[in-house]
Structures are given as structure tokens and as C-alpha cells.
């Protein structure tokens, strides 16, 4: 809902999809500059690397991801967080059940709803 200027997106409004197995994506609040999106990711789930032109803010909400960008592979745990710039190829796998947030600028079109 659009009011003044200002998008709520009650996160009862938008549902969830399910793009992978063991993998749910909640796309939430997003214009065309910016997309919050949650993912519940079971723990062993591992996404395909890939890249995307759109910066990437990753935060760890709840549990543990290990993150592989640019060469780089490091634990994320409940807290963390990192960004990821356009183009640069990454990969994420749940440690164990995890509640993962990511901003991507500008949104996502292939996400949108």
C-alpha cells in the first residue's frame, strides 16, 4: 500500500514462493530502486553460484550461511553481514536453518511479484 509517498508492505500482504528445494523466498517491501526480500533457507541447502547486476546487502538473521564471493569464503552467523557488487559471482549454503535478508539496488525485476 502506497500512501504518501511511503510503500507498506505488511509482511502478511506478500506471499511466499518456493524458487528451489530448500529454499523460501518472501519478497517484501520494493520499488524500483530498491527490493527487501527474506529467504528461510534449510540447513544443507546449497544455491547455485551466480551473478547478478544488482548490489547485494546480505544479513544474517538467524542461524549460519557459508558465503563464497569473489574468491572469498567466509562463515556468516546470526548478525552478519556483507555486501556484494554487481557482477561479482557468489554462492551461499545454510549451515543449519537459517532466516537470511538481502537488499538488492536496484530491485529485482525476475523477483518482482
Do not use: C
Not at 544488482?54 to 564471493?69: C, K, S
Not at 572469498?72 to 557488487?85: A, C, K, M, P, Y
Amino acid at each position: 500500500m502506497k500512501k504518501h509517498g511511503v510503500i507498506f508492505s505488511p509482511t502478511n500482504a506478500t506471499t511466499a514462493s518456493l524458487p528451489e528445494p530448500g529454499m523460501q523466498r518472501q519478497v517484501l517491501a520494493y520499488n524500483k530502486k530498491v527490493m527487501l526480500v527474506r529467504h528461510h533457507l534449510v540447513k544443507g541447502w546449497k544455491g547455485t553460484r551466480h551473478s547478478h547486476p544488482h548490489e547485494q546487502l546480505v544479513y544474517v538473521v538467524t542461524g549460519g550461511i557459508l558465503f563464497d564471493a569473489g574468491g572469498t569464503t567466509v562463515e556468516l552467523r546470526s548478525g552478519d553481514s556483507v555486501i556484494v557488487e554487481g557482477g561479482v559471482e557468489h554462492q551461499a549454503t545454510a549451515l543449519e536453518d537459517s532466516e537470511v535478508l538481502d537488499v538488492f539496488v536496484p530491485y529485482r525485476e525476475d523477483y518482482a511479484q
